[in-house]
């Protein structure tokens, strides 16, 4: 059984930055996409990014809220993919989830499985 476990959330001002990570275990094969995403109070989830662990083609995906600003990265060797969130602003303040899939086009349509999420505040 995959678990996902997310670190990193918190509270910090306009401006400031966070680093989120989210370690994967139980995956018997790779690669697999993993990544994040967020929901803010009253409004739908929608995705912030993601990237292939352990191979797989193509550059990190992006959302265009995420790009700029967003930087994700992975570490193969710990089945583990960072988030590194600059420049926060207020819009940012959701529950961030991560969330992995076999692949990009299942990780957006459908991700397999989700971790319990971290919250992100952002104050002004």
């Known amino acids: 059984q995959v678990q996902l476990v997310e670190s990193g959330g918190g509270s910090v001002q306009t401006g400031g930055s966070l680093r989120l990570s989210c370690t994967a275990s139980?995956?018997?094969?790779?690669?697999?996409?993993m990544g994040w995403y967020r929901q803010a109070p009253g409004q739908e989830r929608e995705g912030v990014a993601g990237?292939?662990?352990?191979?797989?083609?193509?550059?990190?995906y992006y959302y265009p809220s995420a790009k700029g600003r967003f930087t994700i990265s992975q570490d193969t060797a710990k089945n583990t993919v960072f988030l590194q969130m600059n420049s926060l602003q207020p819009d940012d303040t959701a529950l961030y989830t991560c969330?992995?899939?076999?692949?990009?086009?299942?990780?957006?349509?459908?991700?397999?499985?989700w971790g319990p999420g971290a919250q992100v505040t952002v104050s002004s």
């Open positions: 969330a992995a899939a076999q692949s990009l086009i299942n990780w957006i349509s459908q991700p397999d499985y």
């Open positions: 990237v292939y662990v352990g191979g797989g083609s193509g550059s990190p």
């Open positions: 139980g995956y018997t094969s790779s690669p697999y996409f």
